[in-house]
């Protein structure tokens, strides 16, 4: 049974800086692309990152570009998002995302298995 896990949110001011992990279980880890996904409050869910397999690519959109990195552990299981110079815009429930086909997409159908989520709510 595949489960990721995220945890690591939390209520910070704008500016600060958060880490957001998620452990997976059930799944040859270095076998699948990662992303993180992001839905606020009557938004849709959207893109935020990706790092393969390899972790040799990542991607980011563009509003986190430059303030947000993926990195991954493979001896971990786990997949990390560090988020500095948060913005209340960046305020939502985050979600990592694995890809067994370990093609890169910004797209949420691309993907195979979601964890659960965490809130990170950043006031100004």
């Known amino acids: 049974q595949v489960r990721l896990v995220e945890s690591g949110g939390g209520f910070v001011q704008a500016g600060d800086s958060l880490r957001l992990s998620c452990a997976a279980s059930?799944?040859?880890?270095?076998?699948?692309?990662m992303g993180w996904f992001r839905q606020a409050p009557g938004k849709k869910r959207e893109f935020v990152g990706y790092?393969?397999?390899?972790?040799?690519?990542?991607y980011y959109a563009e509003s986190v570009k430059g303030r947000f990195t993926i990195s991954r552990d493979s001896a971990k299981n786990t997949v990390y998002l560090q988020m500095n110079s948060l913005k209340p815009a960046d305020t939502a429930v985050y979600y990592c995302?694995?890809?067994?086909?370990?093609?890169?997409?910004?797209?949420?159908?691309?993907?195979?298995?979601w964890g659960q989520g965490t809130q990170v709510t950043v006031s100004s």
């Open positions: 995302a694995a890809d067994r086909r370990r093609i890169f997409s910004t797209s949420s159908t691309a993907y195979d298995y």
């Open positions: 790092i393969n397999w390899s972790a040799s690519f990542t």
């Open positions: 059930g799944l040859t880890f270095s076998e699948y692309g």
